[in-house]
């Protein structure tokens, strides 16, 4: 109650124009001031989460082409590493037949020139036989034929070889 006794009119009447005075006062320089600082911090905020999202997807999409790369990288390395083996192996299968082929030529032509030789040795054996033979049975002959009995029994040795073998 002895609110009510102390109370002034008058006292009342300035406190709240000095409050609405205060509040109007506080609202054109402290209020917009304040709160376009909170706006501008916010919009600022704001505008570093988009960033650090736009960056983000960014960052994706780059280890997402890195890593296309990379298997592209690796696929081409398997494809040049499967085309050197084939190279290689053609190569190879290309040198043994090259060989092969070499190999039965000179073969070939190494038994020609055996079969060649053994040709003309046993031709030139068979002309030395048939000259030593025409020379032994010269001599034989003309040994032999000087005398009649001689002859027969050489004619009958000869025959009893034949009758031999």
Do not use: H
């Amino acid at each position: 109650m002895k609110l009510l006794e102390d109370f002034s009119l008058g006292l009342f009447f300035w406190q709240t124009l000095l409050f609405v005075l205060l509040l109007l006062l506080l609202k054109k320089y402290a209020w917009k001031p304040i709160l376009n600082a909170v706006n501008e911090r916010e919009e600022g905020i704001k505008n570093a989460l988009d960033s650090a999202e736009n960056a983000k997807r960014e960052m994706e999409n780059l280890q997402a082409d890195n890593e296309k790369l990379l298997q592209e990288a690796r696929l081409e390395r398997e494809a040049m590493l499967k085309e050197a083996r084939e190279l290689k192996n053609k190569m190879i299968e290309d040198a043994k037949g090259e060989a092969s082929a070499q190999a039965s030529k000179i073969i070939e032509q190494a038994q020609a020139a055996i079969a060649s030789e053994k040709q003309a040795a046993i031709s030139d054996l068979k002309a030395q036989v048939a000259n030593l033979s025409v020379e032994i049975a010269e001599k034989v002959v003309k040994d032999e034929l000087s005398n009649k009995d001689k002859q027969l029994k050489l004619v009958e040795t000869m025959l009893g070889e034949a009758k031999l073998n």
